[in-house]
């Protein structure tokens, strides 16, 4: 069972980048997914998740409107697409697994991907 972020690097303000989570040993579908960052010197917080059910999304109010997450139950991969990339978006970000409903608390999640360093930096 293994979870695997992937597509963070290096980019200006204002650009755009994509996470995958892939998995591989089980299968997404029943699962919700949860986009974590930490950044320097902060606590870990949640910045998206979305529902196994219905699809339903969740944002921070931090990231609203410039994240975009989604699901390809086909690929086994959730995807955050992240646009308009501020500085302080700045994190090594985070996906992980929940057998329930969506939820804010990190120890709520059972598998997590080894993180993705995302720096938004001119």
């Known amino acids: 069972v293994q979870l695997q972020a992937s597509g963070g690097g290096l980019v200006q303000p204002g650009g755009s980048l994509r996470l995958s989570c892939a998995a591989s040993?089980?299968?997404?579908?029943?699962?919700?997914i949860g986009w974590f960052r930490r950044a320097p010197g902060k606590e870990r917080e949640g910045v998206s998740c979305?529902?196994?059910?219905?699809?339903?999304?969740y944002y921070a109010d931090s990231v609203k409107g410039r994240f975009t997450i989604s699901r390809d139950n086909a690929k086994n991969t959730v995807y955050l697409q992240m646009n308009s990339l501020k500085p302080e978006d700045t994190a090594v970000y985070y996906c992980?697994?929940?057998?329930?409903?969506?939820?804010?608390?990190?120890?709520?999640?059972?598998?997590w991907g080894q993180g993705t360093q995302v720096t938004v930096s001119s």
């Open positions: 992980a697994t929940l057998l329930g409903r969506c939820s804010w608390y990190s120890y709520d999640y059972d598998y």
């Open positions: 040993g089980f299968t997404l579908d029943y699962y919700a």
């Open positions: 979305i529902s196994s059910s219905d699809g339903s999304t």
